[in-house]
């Protein structure tokens, strides 16, 4: 891989990509978490607090860095994928896409015309605030990252037709969503959950796709690794704060 491989490039090379979440909307926490050597940021659009000035605020941080970010978007609607690639995103981590349709749809509103029906404005962030935008607009299709989000029994039914979509880069799971959708929720290690991540996986490889997901404990990673995944997510920003806060309490309180 070249030294101007994009995160694209990586992520399709099949390269093993490690990450996490960053839910608080915080630029502060999404600029500690860039320098801390991950690969890419998710920063969380979809349950997160932040706001659309937060996440402008947190690509900034975050692109000092040189790690990918990858807003995850509350919905598949046009406007907000519009809205996080304008400012600069990586890329869009897309929740619950069921069907190829929406596959689609998704991968639609990524790319400007007539590839897609992205809208298009010259002055944005990505574009270089007009400066870059040729090459921008006739490139952002082979550089940005859709990740689609496997969350639910009908997903694992439409997963073939999913992940032949051109344009949908990862199959990535959701598990707490997933595992609740299934009726067995916070269960991650049952037989029915562990045979779903394995088709994801199976998908995925069979399309020449990437397989991700966020695991649910370090001891995972082993497990996932040997299953085929390479687009990792562990931990998130409001975690690793609230776990590192208890412990300064709980020293103080001699425990």
Request: aromatic letters at 8%.
């Amino acid at each position: 891989m070249s030294a101007s491989a994009t995160f694209r490039d990586r992520v399709l090379a099949g390269q093993w990509l490690g990450g996490t979440f960053i839910n608080l909307g915080s630029s502060i926490t999404a600029e500690i978490a860039g320098h801390a050597g991950f690969d890419w940021l998710m920063l969380d659009y979809e349950h997160g607090p932040g706001s659309e000035e937060t996440l402008l605020h947190q690509l900034q941080a975050v692109s000092a860095t040189g790690t990918a970010s990858i807003v995850r978007i509350a919905e598949n609607e046009p406007a907000r994928f519009k809205r996080a690639l304008d400012l600069g995103a990586n890329g869009v981590m897309v929740p619950y896409v069921n069907t190829a349709a929406e596959a689609q749809a998704a991968v639609s509103a990524m790319r400007y015309p007539p590839r897609g029906t992205r809208g298009v404005s010259k002055f944005n962030r990505a574009a270089g605030f007009g400066q870059n935008f040729e090459d921008y607009y006739a490139h952002a299709h082979e550089r940005l990252v859709m990740m689609a989000q496997i969350e639910t029994p009908e997903s694992l039914e439409h997963l073939d037709a999913i992940a032949a979509v051109d344009g949908v880069d990862v199959l990535f799971v959701g598990p707490l969503d997933l595992t609740t959708n299934m009726g067995i929720q916070g269960e991650f290690e049952h037989p029915a959950f562990v045979e779903a991540r394995r088709k994801v996986c199976q998908a995925a490889r069979n399309a020449g796709k990437a397989a991700g997901i966020l695991a649910t404990a370090a001891s995972q990673l082993p497990t996932l690794r040997e299953e085929g995944y390479t687009v990792m997510a562990l931990g998130s920003d409001g975690a690793a704060v609230t776990a590192g806060l208890r412990q300064f309490a709980s020293l103080q309180r001699g425990q």
